[in-house]
């Protein structure tokens, strides 16, 4: 993993639900082609958004109740907090444009 953060069921909490920037949750597995696909996308906005937001990722194979308790059913699930909050969620592969977006709404929100 480049950029991106690793986020686990140790450090959600601190990293993730009380951060004081928005954070970008990628849901993924390394068996999930399209979780592969959209791979570099998230290293990308991580490396550009350094500062600004948190962009990590979870891995649904090592942290099971972290995909339970936010109901991800299907990978990759991209979800976005703000003040411990879920703001946004997309299912699927998604453009940089669109996850770039989605972050710099839920910090002018």
Same mark, same amino acid.
Request: hydrophobic share 40%; glycine share 8%; net charge negative.
């Given at each position: 993993?480049?950029?991106?953060?690793?986020?686990?069921?140790?450090?959600?909490?601190?990293?993730?639900?009380?951060?004081?920037?928005?954070?970008?949750?990628?849901?993924?597995?390394?068996?999930?082609?399209?979780?592969?696909?959209?791979?570099?996308?998230?290293?990308?906005?991580?490396?550009?958004?350094?500062?600004?937001?948190?962009?990590?990722?979870?891995?649904?194979?090592?942290?099971?109740?972290?995909?339970?308790?936010?109901?991800?059913?299907?990978?990759?699930?991209?979800?976005?907090?703000?003040?411990? $909050?879920?703001?946004?969620?997309?299912?699927?592969? $998604?453009?940089?444009?669109?996850? $770039? $977006?989605?972050?710099?709404?839920?910090?002018?929100?």
């Amino acid at each position: 993993m480049g950029n991106a953060m690793e986020f686990t069921e140790a450090n959600f909490q601190q990293d993730v639900l009380d951060s004081d920037v928005p954070v970008l949750v990628d849901f993924w597995a390394p068996w999930c082609g399209p979780c592969r696909m959209i791979g570099p996308v998230i290293e990308e906005l991580a490396s550009e958004n350094t500062g600004t937001f948190r962009v990590g990722k979870v891995n649904v194979d090592d942290n099971g109740s972290l995909a339970m308790n936010y109901n991800v059913s299907s990978i990759p699930a991209i979800m976005i907090f703000k003040g411990g $909050q879920l703001v946004q969620q997309f299912m699927g592969v $998604q453009s940089k444009e669109k996850l $770039q $977006q989605a972050l710099d709404e839920a910090k002018s929100a």
